[in-house]
């Protein structure tokens, strides 16, 4: 089975890199599956799970936005921030999520409200991977 490189990385280091059967994002334009010798593509990402199947297996990456660049036997994700499901701590993120709400919630005049949202989205993002990895432990 033909591989391709996935790289992720961020200001601060290289986040994953390994040889991959085919990625999966979702980019601001739709969900985007990429297998070995796709065309050339730049996209913008959403924050979300980034699915990176390595025969029978996925791996599950939370990637907070930034840019995908797809060459013949590459794909290289640029990255304000990227966790590995592994490093992601679930209390941490439910705790960060319902503070999150509350603060938008109550539009505190101190907080801004888009730093609340990204906030949450970071906070979803962490849950979201980590719930990809479960459901893929169910359906085995």
Known sequence: ???????????EHKV???DVNMVVVKGVAGELGILPNHIPLVTP????????K??????????????????????VILAEAAELESDIDVSRAR???ERAERRLAQKQADISAARAELA???AILRLE???EREQQHRNQ
Not at 45 to 52: E, H, R
């Open 120 to 122: 949450l989205q970071r």
């Open 45 to 52: 990402l959403k924050v979300a799970p980034v699915k990176a």
């Open 129 to 131: 991977t980590v719930h």
């Open 16 to 18: 994953y890199e390994k």
């Open 1 to 11: 089975m033909s591989t391709l490189r996935l790289e992720i990385v961020t200001p």
């Open 95 to 97: 705790l960060a999520k």
């Open 54 to 75: 390595i025969g029978n297996t996925n791996e599950f990456i939370a990637v907070h936005g930034g840019f995908m660049e797809v060459r013949k036997d590459k794909v």
